[in-house]
């Protein structure tokens, strides 16, 4: 008997029916690519307000005989990633909640979502703290910048069994507050360094208070990093002073920055590493993506029309639930042309930062590969 | 081939190189011999070492000396660096054909039954899977002696100063202990000096990649790696210095032990060498003709199991 029959019946028998088969079960309930959710509570209509691209943005759950237990069944493909709310309707007033009934939650800037995981998925071992891995530290700082005529803050990551003697490759991260607090950065990159998968590097955090501007290709963010922050930083941690030592990264509007870094100053930093990139142009006509995109489409048209060879190799990741999942697909064929050596992941997920979390251990050892064959300690 | 050796699993939390000394050198209170030129820049931090063993401790320091080889003689440095990129190249060439052997043959042992024709197939695709390993140390065999014979390593001034001065510190030792990291530079640097010739018949503690230098071949695996294949190589021969064992140090997070198929693949082609799992806390010893283990040393079988070494 399918669950939601058995739900159905229970809400017949009555409460303590109903309460011992909640209780007994886990909701979401993943049944191969099947997934019931459920709602309990008083309401006249109940969503479920997700985002992934080509689904209506929101699914109406059923209500079980004028109870106030709503399901809603889902095909949701095995090893994917859905986040999502709960919308409840009441007299013409509307809310969005978490899942009441699900313990997995994604946090991002904006607070946390509920979150479904397809048949098979987990979250990668590799990105939970492992006792075993020796642990890098983070320094705050800041960085004087002429370019924008003020300070930043930055972190400095260093790594486990740091050496001022030694030369460490650098990665400078856009929003990099935010993937040490959402995607679990510092984790992941210890523990990618202990199990030799990455070499030691040193990773610069950047953050910006105005990322929808300066992120957008804002020349004075490409300069700031090649002029002010790298040089600044080499000037006193031990680092390799060569293209091929340094990588950018950065998601969604950081990808875009970090691609236009690229295009505006080739072959400064070697590798690149970008996740959902907000890559979106036009060939004909106007976007419709509002005034925020308009310098963002700007750039990428200008960059399709010339792309040059910004660096020497490429990551690139995108979310098949993302509306930004064409643009990402056009750029590889485009960056290939390039000569750079191109890696392009698509993952079930979304514009979110457990999917850059997921990738993260493929791109940063795709781009710097570690000794992993040859050290056993 | 040594009278006595023991070989360990990696020492950063079940530290027992101290009982194994005192099993090989009980008696002998002579400074105890280490080389941790598998640490690279990190080879002097010793002091963890040196708190556990509780004897004085000469730090060969192997590392730092070929450091100051290649400041002083820069035609050796660029002679060096051109083998190493030899090296990868024989490597990369000989990982295209391994892998093009790998799958057919681990297809083999997946197909069900044991009939003669699939047990012929299986056998001849192992006999080419081991000669393709023998054909690639060999070549590699080869570009090391063309290195030495052009020239000539240990005939150079800068080397012999060194070791003149590992020779004088190696006359009084009681055992050597030879710790891990870095396979391929420890391998090249005891080799530079021919530390263990120096040494002689005297005792050797080896663990992870110090053990790995010791057997006949050194055998680079990984079964989860997140770039490229999941194909155990052989690297190149290492010192022979014990025989019919192959190390596998890290075992539990490198080798999928549970998956059958791949534990048969990897003892039957490595085979009659007893493939070692040196994980935390394993030991085996070496008594100069045959091998016994504590109990918690486990190896592969040829059927896909693993099991206690045994004595």
């Not at chain 1, 953050?207 to 930083?233: C, G, N």
Request: with cysteine.
């Amino acid at each position: 008997m399918s669950l939601v029959r058995r739900i159905e019946e229970a809400v017949v028998q009555g409460a303590r029916s109903l309460a011992a088969l909640i209780e007994a079960t886990e909701f979401p309930h993943v049944e191969g690519r099947s997934v019931t959710f459920v709602f309990q509570g008083e309401a006249q209509e109940v969503t479920l307000q997700h985002w992934i691209h080509g689904l209506p943005g929101s699914l109406p759950f059923r209500r079980l005989r004028h109870s106030d237990t709503w399901v809603l069944q889902l095909d949701v493909p095995p090893r994917s990633r859905m986040e999502y709310k709960i919308g409840v309707s009441m007299f013409g007033r509307g809310q969005l909640v978490r899942d009441p009934l699900n313990k997995h939650t994604a946090r991002d800037p904006f607070g946390a979502n509920s979150v479904v995981y397809g048949d098979g998925y987990s979250p990668p071992e590799w990105s939970l703290e492992d006792p075993e891995a020796r642990k890098g530290t983070i320094e705050d700082r800041h960085v004087d910048s002429k370019v924008f005529g003020d300070w930043r803050p930055i972190k400095v990551y260093r790594p486990a069994r740091f050496r001022q003697t030694r030369r460490y490759p650098l990665l400078v991260v856009h929003d990099g507050f935010d993937y040490l607090g959402f995607a679990n950065l510092q984790t992941i990159l210890d523990n990618l360094i202990h199990r030799h998968e990455i070499p030691p590097l040193i990773a610069i955090l950047t953050q910006s208070s105005d990322r929808m501007h300066e992120y957008a290709a804002d020349p004075r963010q490409a300069d700031f990093l090649v002029k002010d922050l790298v040089p600044q930083m080499e000037q006193i941690l031990p680092l390799v002073r060569e293209p091929s030592a340094r990588a950018v990264m950065g998601a969604s509007f950081g990808a875009v920055s970090s691609l236009a870094v690229a295009w505006q100053h080739p072959g400064f930093f070697g590798k690149l590493l970008l996740q959902s990139g907000s890559f979106v142009f036009t060939e004909i006509g106007e976007h419709d993506r509002g005034p925020m995109f308009d310098a963002v489409v700007k750039f990428v048209n200008e960059f399709r029309r010339a792309p040059g060879r910004p660096a020497e190799s490429v990551f690139i990741s995108c979310g098949v639930y993302e509306s930004l999942i064409y643009y990402n697909r056009s750029l590889v064929p485009l960056l290939q042309e390039t000569g750079m050596t191109v890696r392009f992941r698509e993952a079930h997920d979304g514009h979110n930062w457990e999917n850059w979390r997921d990738r993260l251990r493929e791109g940063l050892s795709y781009l710097f590969p570690g000794p992993l064959w040859l050290v056993y300690e | 081939m040594l009278s006595s050796a023991i070989l360990l699993g990696p020492q950063r939390h079940v530290r027992i190189v101290q009982p194994a000394i005192d099993t090989l050198a009980a008696t002998d209170d002579r400074p105890v011999a280490l080389v941790s030129a598998g640490w690279e820049e990190r080879e002097a931090e010793d002091h963890e070492f040196r708190d556990h063993v509780q004897r004085t401790v000469i730090n060969l320091q192997v590392w730092a000396r070929v450091e100051r080889i290649f400041e002083r003689d820069r035609e050796l440095l660029t002679a060096m660096r051109h083998r190493h990129d030899t090296l990868r190249r024989v490597q990369e060439l000989y990982r295209l054909r391994l892998q093009g052997a790998m799958e057919p043959t681990r297809e083999l042992l997946r197909r069900p039954g044991d009939d003669q024709w699939l047990a012929a197939e299986r056998h001849d695709a192992l006999v080419m899977l081991q000669g393709i390993d023998s054909q690639h140390v060999a070549r590699v065999a080869q570009v090391h002696a063309e290195f030495e014979q052009r020239w000539l390593p240990t005939e150079r001034t800068s080397v012999q100063r060194e070791r003149r001065d590992l020779q004088k510190k190696l006359t009084d030792v009681s055992c050597l202990c030879i710790a891990g990291g870095h396979i391929a530079v420890l391998l090249h640097r005891l080799r530079l000096f021919d530390v263990l010739a120096m040494h002689g018949d005297r005792p050797v503690i080896a663990w992870s990649a110090g053990a790995m230098a010791l057997c006949e071949r050194i055998v680079l695996f990984h079964d989860t790696p997140p770039q490229g294949s999941a194909c155990a190589e052989v690297m190149e021969a290492g010192f022979g210095l014990v025989p019919d064992l192959v190390a596998l140090p890290h075992a539990k997070m490198r080798l999928d032990a549970a998956d059958e198929r791949n534990v048969q693949l990897f003892a039957r082609r490595f085979a009659p060498a007893l493939c070692v799992l040196l994980d935390e806390g394993a030991r085996i010893d070496w008594n100069g003709s045959r091998w016994s283990a504590v109990p918690t040393t486990n190896r592969l079988t040829e059927d896909g199991w693993v099991e206690e070494v045994g004595v």
